[in-house]
T-cell receptor, first 116, second 111 residues
């Protein structure tokens, strides 16, 4: 069983640039959530995708956007990067939207973004 | 809004010591409660959960009991091992899609 994989693992951008982070969900999982984890903090919910539709969103501005593809992989896009966007971005998957009901999520190792 | 508060770390223990990591929550409804663990170089993993008051979650020797009267979900283990060194996150889920995490507690177990 293949786990959740994310790419890239590390990247550096400058303020104002745009970034795309990618996630492949665990085999058999059709629901993907994205979380932002600032240094020394717990993860914060950005949004969730189920069957290619966003079906839940946290308190993040519209410059944070996402996609889910027919193979259930997902992208997180952040436009107009700000210094405070520096964080570890975590992708989590679950089966049949169950993560939304049970809270049982399978996380990747994350993509660490540094904005200079 | 809903929130989770954990004891600050790091918590440093000797092998075979007793572990308690405190977690309290604030929620308007009846949330489910979780402990997730992040081992070095790995993603977050679900350690245990409890879905209603007085439920006890357990896994790998760790236990936590959902205490509604004290709004707490403290994590305990009777005898820690070096391999338990990790960051532990308490979290809750209400009726929405999201998990709300605490800030994490780093545990370091010395041989």
């Amino acid at each position: 069983e293949t786990g959740v994989t994310q790419s890239p693992t590390h990247l550096i951008k400058t303020r104002g640039q745009q970034v795309t982070l990618r996630c492949s969900s665990q085999s058999g999982h059709n629901t993907v959530s994205w979380y932002q984890q600032a240094l020394g903090q717990g993860p914060q919910f950005i949004f969730q995708y189920y069957r290619e539709e966003e079906n839940g969103r946290g308190n993040f501005p519209p410059r944070f956007s996402g996609l889910q593809f027919p193979n259930y992989s997902s992208e997180l896009n952040v436009n107009a990067l700000e210094l405070d966007d520096s964080a570890l971005y975590l992708c989590a998957s679950s089966a049949n939207g169950q993560g939304a009901k049970t809270g049982e999520l399978f996380f990747g190792e994350g993509s660490r973004l540094t904005v200079l | 809004g809903d929130s989770v508060t954990q004891m600050e770390g790091p918590v440093t223990l000797s092998e075979e010591a007793f572990l308690t990591i405190n977690c309290t929550y604030t929620a308007t409804g009846y949330p489910s409660l979780f402990w997730y663990v992040q081992y070095p170089g790995e993603g977050l993993q679900l350690l245990l959960k409890a879905t209603k008051a007085d439920d006890k979650g357990s896994n790998k020797g760790f236990e936590a009991t959902y205490r509604k009267e004290t709004t707490s979900f403290h994590l305990e283990k009777g005898s820690v091992q070096v391999s338990d060194s990790a960051v532990y996150f308490c979290a809750l889920k209400d009726s929405s899609y999201k998990l709300i995490f605490g800030s994490g507690t780093r545990l370091l177990v010395r041989p």
